[in-house]
């Protein structure tokens, strides 16, 4: 079969294909939320008296909020006492090579076509894989360990290097942010852990993949990612999730700290299960994503591909904190079916010179919502500071709703900040075009989707660029405008 | 709290002068009131948790002390007076208002062709049948509660009247006056009904002749009948102590034309809320709006344009320059209706920023649900280009005369907009006064020096 063939037939697959649960022997702590359950979460852990505060703080700090719904969104009424808070797959023990992995997780992992094993290892990207709450296995470890890069769970973080994660947890994103980090806080089970010491650049790309398993479980992974001065890394993040009629509840939080000179590229393919087509079940994506440019010439680089979920909550900001730092911020969201989006981006510009770019693609369709809300912030101080915002919005069929909520605040006389967006839907003439060529109009589709959000899907590594053009070919089919 | 006490003083405001507010204004306008003052109950002031307000702070405003009056006032004006100052002075028309009150003698101008100048007051008196089809149809006090409030207070305004295929020779220039020593706290009323086929030229002017702190809270409610055409521009050239919010409703049938432009050279707070709603197929709508603002100047300008069906365009291009410690804000929303194909839409902001201490807030919004449409919208915020800036410099224009120039080229695309070409020279005359900083200073009098 050619290449060719191989995606047509992988496209007019329009289920979700991730769809499958690994039948694992899981243990969790029931459902519901209590003081106690984040007491016994901390005490399963093992965890310091430190952060056992921490998450009484968060805890306290979300029983005392209720969810604003600011969002041109739809959330259904979640009711927090029916979600189970923590959940692991058993047998829990060290593990040390992949022969040890049980071997129904192995599986799992091939069906998603992660390299875990030996072969793909070869591939070169080590993964920390996340499934339901707990950190499953870390390739490469000692690898990374040589030049002093850390990539571990962060459980496993709390244990080794407690110093480092006292000292940066927290500090982008406060557990009183908002109501979803709050919650994140008080109960987040584990996540990545990533540090690259100074003039470091690593020598491959991090991966993590988040995948929920159980049933009613939700996922608070958390990640944390420190580069120290004139360090690099290129961090990828992957999710799916398998079909299930209840929504299930994602709050994750992740939090990157970037020194003087050091760069950090996070790249997304989120592909939470979405529902099925009248939008019953899919996951509710509710991520706080902050990362902050704290020293001179430090660089965040965002990008992501968003076409999972029954609700998408999602805003990756950057704080430009140091003087002449930049912030890239590239997304595709795709809404189908059911599914609501309101995602974007926050550049906060407080040093001098500092930039940021905005290019953001959303595509809906079928009975899907989709908006875009960003905010441009420039301080006072933030003298010659520049922004430059692209979003477009593409609808296909008339019974879908596009938005765009772009916030511009500006506080400095130096600073240019420009905003562009259009609202539009593919043409008959291109498809027409294409048809004429011999290309159905639902390859033809696709082309142009792929070809519009072309801008963003460049700026993704190798492999997710592949996985993504195929998702959102797949995600579009029999969407026809 | 402040905003508590402001709330419940405007409460006890309406409670303890329903009684003269009722005496002094006929039934059709009297039914609307107790539901609107209980939904402004229920919103009170909005404050900056507010979405739309989140850029304006009223709470200076309405904290300060103003007087109040629910009984007719009498106010003499001597019209020789008038244009001496920095009315905007045409071929027109003029209707003048006090504090948003009626203060011609004769209370009901009628014109050839039977297009109707009167007081807000007397007409709903002479005309319950227009006022029963069109009064408090096309505000919303549920989601604009100084609109409710205006509705709850409201006693007297404009009320202009367009019937079928009528036209007038000149335009129409209604002038608010604010002429009084003490402050005042004024809610206008303005009722403009265009009958189809009809063509109306509108100026509002709201000027100040005295010094003393204003509030007005007006709203005005137009119908743009089938094709029917409307131009309607606002000059807002008040002083620095005088703080005016707006809101305004069209409602647009098939195939009318609302050609508008606001130009706020001078005031305290200013905040214009525009509401466009696209009824029928065909309609057109184009909004301009200028602000110059300096000192402690805010202005905010607030559009929404619904575009409930096929076949409609709208435009609209707003831009500001602030100086000094200004703050503005703009915020745009066009809806596309599900059943809106076809539609174009287009909404740009520029903003220019002089100094460091001036703070600019802009949120073009689009909230799109029908798919084949042909929406847009920019924002920017900078400064002065500075390779005009070199280009000109470069040719011996000395710094400060490059400056005027961008900054007028910049102002005058909302500018030339205007149709009638007397108010176009009249506010390019203005807005270069302003932007040289002579319009604190009058040409003819003093009455604006003491705020310069």
Redesign the interface.
């Known amino acids: 079969m050619k290449e060719e063939d191989k995606i047509i037939q992988e496209v007019t697959e329009n289920e979700y294909k991730y769809g499958f649960t690994s039948d694992f022997n899981n243990e969790d702590l029931g459902k519901g939320i209590n003081e106690n359950i984040v007491r016994l979460i901390s005490a399963k852990k093992g965890e310091p008296e430190w952060l056992l505060e921490y998450r009484l703080k968060a805890f306290r700090y979300w029983e005392e909020q209720k969810m604003k719904n600011?969002a041109?969104l739809n959330i259904p009424d979640i009711n927090y006492q029916d979600i189970i808070y923590y959940s692991e797959p058993k047998p829990k023990k060290k593990l040390e090579s992949m022969d040890e992995v049980d071997p129904e997780l192995r599986e799992t992992f091939e069906k998603l076509g992660i390299p875990l094993d030996e072969q793909k290892i070869l591939s070169g990207v080590a993964v920390d894989a996340v499934i339901d709450s707990v950190s499953v296995k870390t390739t490469f470890r000692e690898k990374l360990a040589e030049l002093g890069v850390i990539f571990c769970s962060f459980s496993e973080a709390v244990k080794d290097y407690p110093d480092l994660v006292k000292k940066y947890l927290g500090s982008v994103v406060p557990y009183n942010d908002n109501y979803f980090s709050a919650l994140n806080s008080a109960v987040f089970s584990d996540g990545s852990f990533v540090y690259i010491p100074k003039g470091v650049r690593s020598p491959m790309e991090l991966s993590s993949y988040f995948r929920i398993n159980a049933e009613n479980t939700g996922q608070f992974e958390r990640t944390l990612i420190v580069a120290d001065e004139a360090s690099y890394v290129s961090y990828l993040e992957g999710c799916t999730a398998p079909q299930r009629d209840e929504n299930q509840l994602h709050a994750a939080v992740v939090e990157i700290y970037i020194h003087t000179d050091a760069e950090v590229k996070y790249s997304t393919v989120q592909n939470w299960y979405p529902g099925n087509k009248e939008g019953k079940g899919g996951i509710f994506n509710f991520v706080t994503k902050r990362g902050i440019c704290h020293g001179e010439n430090s660089k965040l680089s965002w990008t992501q591909v968003e076409t999972g979920s029954a609700i998408t909550w999602k805003y990756p900001s950057t704080i430009l904190k140091g003087d002449n730092s930049t912030a890239e911020f590239f997304s595709v969201a795709v809404t189908n079916n059911h599914q609501q989006a309101d995602t974007g981006t926050k550049m906060i510009h407080l040093g001098k010179n500092t930039k940021s770019t905005i290019i953001s693609k959303g595509i809906s369709a079928g009975k899907s919502n989709n908006s875009y809300r960003g905010l441009v912030k420039?301080g006072?101080k933030a003298e010659n500071a520049r922004n430059f915002s692209q979003c477009d919005?593409l609808?296909?069929?008339?019974?879908?709703?596009?938005?765009?909520?772009?916030?511009?605040?500006?506080?400095?006389?130096?600073?240019?900040?420009?905003?562009?967006?259009?609202?539009?839907?593919i043409s008959e003439d291109q498809i027409f075009y294409c048809n004429q060529r011999g290309i159905p109009t639902d390859d033809a589709i696709g082309l142009i989707v792929n070809g519009y959000a072309k801008e963003v899907l460049n700026k993704l590594p190798m492999e997710f660029a592949v996985e993504a053009q195929k998702l959102l070919q797949i995600s579009l089919e029999g969407s026809v405008? | 709290m402040k905003i508590d006490k402001i709330n419940k003083d405007l409460q006890a405001l309406y409670s303890t002068n329903i009684k003269d507010i009722n005496d002094y204004s006929s039934p059709i306008i009297n039914k609307y009131r107790e539901s609107a003052f209980k939904e402004f109950k229920k919103a009170g002031v909005p404050t900056k948790y507010n979405?739309d307000y989140k850029?304006t702070d009223l709470i200076p405003t309405f904290e300060k002390d103003y007087n109040v009056t629910f009984k007719p006032i009498d106010v003499q004006i001597k019209t020789e007076n008038l244009f001496k100052c920095d009315v905007v002075r045409l071929d027109a028309d003029v209707t003048l208002l006090s504090r948003g009150r009626y203060i011609e003698e004769q209370k009901i101008k009628e014109f050839p062709k039977g297009v109707i100048i009167a007081s807000f007051n007397e007409a709903s008196k002479k005309y319950p049948e227009i006022f029963e089809k069109h009064y408090a149809k096309y505000g919303n006090t549920k989601n604009n509660s100084l609109y409710a409030l205006n509705t709850a207070l409201a006693q007297d305004g404009i009320f202009i009247y367009f019937p079928k295929n009528s036209y007038t020779e000149k335009p129409l220039q209604i002038i608010n006056l604010l002429v009084d020593e003490k402050g005042f706290f004024y809610n206008t009323r303005n009722l403009i009904v265009i009958e189809e086929n009809a063509q109306a030229n509108i100026i509002f002017c709201d000027d100040s002749l005295s010094t003393g702190e204003f509030l007005g809270n007006t709203a005005t409610e137009i119908y743009v009948g089938k094709n029917a055409k409307l131009n309607f521009y606002k000059i807002q050239n008040e002083h620095n102590e005088s703080n005016n919010i707006s809101s305004t409703y069209i409602y647009q049938d098939k195939d009318s034309v609302f050609h508008a432009g606001v130009y706020s050279l001078l005031g305290g707070l200013i905040r214009n809320n525009f509401d466009i709603n696209l009824a029928e197929e065909g309609c057109e709508s184009d909004l301009f709006g200028l602000s110059l603002i300096d000192k402690k100047q805010h202005t905010a300008n607030f559009v929404h344009v619904n575009h409930s069906k096929s076949h409609c365009n709208s435009n609209q291009l707003f831009k500001t320059i602030l100086d000094d410690k200004a703050t503005g804000a703009f915020s745009g929303k066009v809806y596309v209706a599900?059943d809106a194909?076809q539609t174009n839409a287009n909404q740009t902001n520029r903003?220019i920023?002089?100094?460091?201490d001036?703070?600019?807030?802009?949120?073009?919004?689009?909230?799109?649900?029908?798919?084949?449409?042909?929406?847009?919208?920019?924002?920017?915020?900078?400064?002065l280009d500075e390779d005009a800036m070199f280009y000109m410099r470069a040719r011996g224009i000395r710094k400060k005369e490059a400056k005027m120039l961008l900054m007028y080229a910049f102002a005058n695309e909302c500018i030339s907009a205007v149709k009638i070409d007397a108010l176009r020279e009249n506010i390019q005359d203005l807005a270069q006064r302003r932007l040289n900083g002579e319009l604190s200073l009058c040409r003819n009098c003093s009455a604006r020096v003491v705020n310069a």
């Open positions: 600011w041109h420039v006072k919005s609808l296909m069929g008339s019974e879908c709703g596009a938005h765009t909520y772009p916030y511009i605040e500006i506080d400095n006389n130096s600073a240019i900040a420009e905003h562009e967006a259009t609202t539009s839907k405008g | 979405e850029y599900k194909q903003n920023l002089l100094t460091d001036a703070k600019m807030s802009t949120k073009p919004q689009l909230i799109i649900y029908a798919d084949d449409v042909k929406c847009s919208h920019g924002a920017t915020v900078g400064q």
